[in-house]
């Protein structure tokens, strides 16, 4: 069963718009969980959460954790045409060697 | 910033054919390397996790004999696909994380990429 899961797996904005993006998980020896922007290529870090009700911020992009739902946001404001990329949540997890389990993540798509 | 670099970005062999993927940090060392793989339009699929001069863990559904992986330096992991067929055609991307406890201390970097095409 998939341990990250996000959604919604597709979506289209004007510019100008704000979106959501959501990510819920459930795993063991949970440590962090992170947001990646992919566009073409690899995937490029966007945020580290490892607490509960922090937000992070960089730009018009933000984002939080709830470590008691298991789930958090990816909020981007006012977007651009340049925001069009896939955007995935990755929880880091494990034991002794913690690794990264992927969501299949958002395809956000801004149109002009 | 940390930075991984992969070699080749891209490939194209004949079926049957071994094709040898590198990754290296350039600038800090990495004690533990990652291999992924992201077929069209899915999302990175952990293959193996790799510490440097042991044995990799490979995870479930990963045959260890089709993808050799080792990571001899703290600088460089080899990801070696086998008797490579067309299925295996994939973008494979490394990541490499640091050993050290500080501020990147959780942080995966990850390389750029290798696409490759079996024929």
């Known amino acids: 069963e998939d341990k990250v899961v996000q959604s919604p797996l597709s979506l289209v904005v004007h510019e100008g718009d704000t979106v959501t993006l959501n990510c819920s998980y459930e795993?063991?020896?949970?440590?962090?969980l992170l947001w990646y922007k992919q566009e073409k290529k690899a995937p490029t870090f966007l945020f580290m959460l490892?607490?509960?009700?922090i937000e992070k911020k960089s730009g018009r992009l933000s984002s939080i954790l709830d470590k008691k739902e298991l789930f958090s946001i990816l909020n981007i404001t006012a977007t651009q045409t340049g925001d069009s990329a896939v955007y995935l949540c990755a929880v880091e997890w494990g034991g002794s060697n913690y690794k990264l389990t992927f969501g299949k993540g958002t395809l956000l798509t801004v149109n002009p | 910033g940390a930075v991984v670099s992969q070699h080749p970005s891209w490939v194209i062999c004949k079926s049957g054919t071994s094709v040898k993927i590198e990754c290296r940090s350039l600038d800090f060392q990495a004690t533990t390397m990652f291999w992924y793989r992201q077929f069209p339009k899915q999302s990175l699929m952990l293959m193996a996790t790799?510490?440097?001069?042991?044995?990799?863990?490979?995870e479930q559904g990963v045959e260890k004999d089709k993808f050799l992986i080792n990571h001899a330096s703290l600088t460089l992991s080899t990801l070696t696909v086998t008797s490579a067929h067309p299925e295996d055609s994939s973008f494979y991307i490394c990541?490499?994380?640091?050993?050290?406890?500080?501020?990147?201390?959780?942080?995966?970097?990850f390389g750029p990429g290798t696409r490759l095409t079996v024929l």
């Open positions: 990541s490499a994380r640091e050993g050290l406890a500080g501020p990147t201390y959780n942080e995966q970097f």
């Open positions: 795993v063991t020896n949970f440590r962090s």
């Open positions: 790799s510490n440097e001069g042991s044995k990799a863990t490979y």
């Open positions: 490892t607490s509960s009700g």
